[in-house]
C-alpha cells in the first residue's frame, strides 16, 4: 500500500516518462547532431534532450503546477508545494547520439531531501523500472531483488567515466587497479540505467564519480527498494564525490577499495 501523494507522483511520472521515451525513441532524427556542448567538447546536448525536457517540464506544470522542478538541461523552480521533480530527459546522450540503445529517461520525486519516487524508462529495452519508498521496485509487473551476493572477485560491476579528459585519466587509474579484485568490469554508459541493472540483478554493483543529482535520483531509490546498499565514501550519502550501489555483500567490499584508490577525487 501507499499513501495517496505517492500514488499520484508515481502515475505522473510513469506517463511523463512514457511520453518522453516515445519522443525520443520515435522522433529521433537521422541526421541529429550535437546541439551544445557543457563540460567539455565530448559532453554533449543533442536537440532532443531539450525537446524530452521541454516534453516533461510542460506535463509537470499542467498536471502538478505547484511543485518544484530540477532538470539537467536548465529546468529549474522552487515550487510552493514542497515537492520537487529531478529530472534527467535522456540519460546517456552519447550512446544516443551514435544510435546504441543504452539511453533512459529518469524522473524522481522528492519531499524534504528525501525521494519518494522514482521512474526509469529506457525505450530501446521496452522496459520501465518503477519504486516508490516503501513499497519495492518493480519492472512492468516484476518485482525485482539484487542478486545473491558473490566474492568480490566473483562481482560484475559498472562504472562510468567522465567527459573531461584529466579526470577520466584518474579514473581509467582506479578502474585499472580494481579489475584484477573482481570478475570483471562494464562500462554502459547511463547511470540511470546501471543503477537499475543492480536493482534487476544483473550487476553486483556500480560506482562512478562525477555524477548529478538527476543521473541518480531515481535509480538510487529503485535499487535501493530491490535491496541494494548505496552511498558515497564511508559514511556519507552518494553524491557527485562518489556513487556506489551494490548487493549488500559486495558494498562494503567495494567501497572499501574505492576509498583506498581514492575514487572519489579527481
Not at 148 to 171: C, E, I, K, M, W
Not at 228 to 241: D, I, N, Q, Y
Not at 242 to 261: C, D, H, R, W
Request: hydrophobic share 40%; with cysteine.
Amino acid at each position: 500500500m501507499t499513501d495517496p501523494l505517492s500514488t499520484e507522483l508515481l502515475e505522473v511520472a510513469l506517463e511523463a516518462a512514457r511520453r518522453a521515451g516515445a519522443l525520443l525513441r520515435d522522433g529521433r532524427p537521422a541526421d541529429l547532431g550535437v546541439a551544445a556542448t557543457k563540460s567539455s567538447p565530448i559532453d554533449v546536448v543533442t536537440e532532443m534532450d531539450l525537446a524530452a525536457e521541454k516534453l516533461i517540464t510542460g506535463f509537470l506544470a499542467e498536471h502538478r503546477p505547484d511543485d518544484g522542478v530540477l532538470g539537467e538541461e536548465g529546468a529549474s523552480s522552487a515550487g510552493t508545494s514542497g515537492v520537487r521533480w529531478v529530472i534527467d530527459p535522456l540519460d546517456g546522450t552519447v550512446n544516443y547520439l551514435y544510435g546504441l540503445p543504452t539511453w533512459a529517461v529518469s524522473i524522481a520525486a522528492e519531499r524534504d531531501g528525501e525521494t519518494l519516487v522514482g521512474v526509469v524508462a529506457a525505450p530501446m529495452r521496452g522496459e520501465t523500472y518503477r519504486a516508490v519508498r516503501g513499497g519495492g521496485a518493480y519492472a512492468g509487473g516484476t518485482a525485482l531483488r539484487v542478486r545473491p551476493a558473490p566474492p568480490l572477485d566473483q562481482a560484475l560491476v559498472s562504472t562510468g567515466f567522465n567527459y573531461v579528459a584529466t579526470v577520466r585519466g584518474h579514473q581509467a587509474d582506479v578502474a585499472q587497479r580494481l579489475i584484477p579484485r573482481l570478475r570483471d568490469i562494464r562500462r554502459g554508459g547511463s547511470a540511470a540505467i546501471d543503477l537499475c541493472d543492480v536493482a534487476a540483478g544483473r550487476l553486483d554493483g556500480y560506482y562512478e564519480r562525477g555524477l548529478s543529482p538527476w543521473d541518480f535520483a531515481a535509480g538510487d531509490l529503485i535499487a535501493r527498494e530491490a535491496g541494494a546498499v548505496t552511498g558515497g565514501r564511508p559514511g556519507e550519502r552518494l553524491s557527485g564525490e562518489l556513487t556506489i550501489a551494490a548487493s549488500p555483500g559486495v558494498f562494503g567490499p567495494l567501497q572499501a577499495l574505492l576509498e583506498e584508490f581514492g575514487a572519489w577525487h579527481d
